[in-house]
């Protein structure tokens, strides 16, 4: 997400591009510490939300990424800042509980084998999203019509496309007891 963020058209650095990314890595730390040690019926609200978080600030993202006022109004970089941290915030709350329920669940005997296909699926997941991010960005400007106008239109599509996951995870994780 560092590429969309960087637009030369509103003085976006590509140092300034990483640590606004870097804001959603610690978005991630803040909602796992602040989740990491919740027990009983809290455990599925924050479950429940952390999809929620997603799809807002997914959402908010494409509406200002592209945005040209975004580095001359305070209030809008700060809701930027927000979303961003946002994401993360999202992914932190749910993450060690979604970890926890698959040790838990593993056959007896098969937890050492749960425990090295979590990083084994993190690691595919981050491998199909990068090329999903290839494909959604190169199909919707970044090509054509390239140059800024293009990244602006590819940060839209990629921000709104990628928001219909969590959206989704909210209805599935309606099932979680």
């Known amino acids: 997400m560092s590429l969309i963020s960087y ?15 870097a804001i959603m890595a610690a ?10 040690n919740r027990t009983g019926a809290i455990v599925i609200r924050i479950i429940r939300t952390g999809p929620v978080i997603i799809f807002i600030s997914l ?9 040209q006022q975004l580095i001359e109004s305070w209030p809008l970089f700060i809701i930027y800042l927000i979303a961003m941290a946002g994401v993360g915030l999202g992914i932190g709350v749910c993450w060690p509980h979604l970890v926890l329920r698959v040790f838990k669940n593993a056959p007896e005997g098969e937890e050492n084998l749960a425990s090295s296909s979590i990083i084994t699926i993190q690691l595919y997941a981050t491998a199909l999203s990068a090329a999903l991010v290839g494909v959604v960005v190169n199909n919707s400007g970044l090509i054509s019509p390239g140059g800024i106008a293009g990244a602006q239109q590819a940060s839209i599509w990629l921000f709104a496309l990628f928001a219909i996951s969590p959206l989704l995870a909210t209805v599935l994780i309606r099932k979680i007891r």
Do not use: D, Q
Not at 60 to 67: F, I, P, Y
């Open 7 to 21: 637009k030369p058209s509103i003085c976006f650095s590509p140092l300034t591009a990483g640590y606004l990314t």
């Open 27 to 36: 978005g991630w730390t803040i909602g796992a510490l602040f989740s990491a």
């Open 59 to 67: 959402i908010v993202l494409a509406v200002l990424t592209h945005n």
